[in-house]
């Protein structure tokens, strides 16, 4: 379990996200994150993930201070997809997947049998079989953005972490992957936490909803978040309304 405790994140002294109290992420959940442009969403991730923009209050892993564990012990528990794509493009798919399973090679690099297999079996489950001798400098952006996703699952960590994991994808390729997400959290027992902008997707086909509204954290079951007006709130629009009995926005 993810708990984040009386936290604060933000830039320098400005606080741009925060929660009074505790928030507990358990296991076997899709999690999805939203709030308007600038809420805070991205800087929430990075501060779970590695404490960057975290000011005040502390996140705690399977009931142990996140700063306390090592290097090594924390790839192996928290993974994450940025919007940044700070790697070699020379690299092929294939070689970006087996550099997530650093954490569990000798001190050489060997791959193993058992790494081959969860390589092969995320190429196939996303797939990217077709493409795995293809440089990521070579792949259109919805092509890499799965790739990178891929490359998060390949690292077999407990909690995910994903900032915009549908972009650059289209409307059905969206929903596939929300769904194959979803299913891997409910299989496998891990967590993804996820910001969108894809609200009608968000509540469709997630377990829970984390939002972020004028600075303020809030965590709920996906149903209670749809029975409350915390969406109208978030995004108030005299020309956009979302019908639960739908789940979808209309215009009026």
Known sequence: MIQLENIQVGYGHCVVAEHAGNLAFAKAKLISLI???GSGKSTL????????????????????????????????????????????????????LELSRAPYTNYIGTLSDVDHEIINDVLENFDLKDLENRRAGTLSDGQLQR?????????????????????HLDINHKADLLLLLRDYCHKKGKTIIYA????????????????IHKGIIAHQPTVDFQNSN????IFPSKNVIFENGTMAFRFE
């Open 35 to 37: 709030g308007a442009n």
């Open 45 to 96: 991730l990075r501060a779970i993930a590695s404490g960057q923009h975290l000011i005040n209050g502390k996140v705690v892993v399977e009931n142990k201070n996140w700063k306390n564990y090592t290097a090594l012990e924390r790839s192996k528990f928290i993974s994450i997809v940025l919007t940044e794509r700070a790697f070699s493009f020379f690299l092929s798919v294939r070689e970006l």
């Open 147 to 167: 790739v990178l996703i891929a490359r998060a699952i390949v690292q077999d960590t407990v909690y995910l972490l994903m900032d915009e994991p549908t972009s």
């Open 196 to 211: 969108t902008h894809e609200i009608q997707l968000a509540l469709s086909l997630s377990d829970e909803v984390v939002s």
């Open 230 to 233: 915390r969406l109208e709130t």
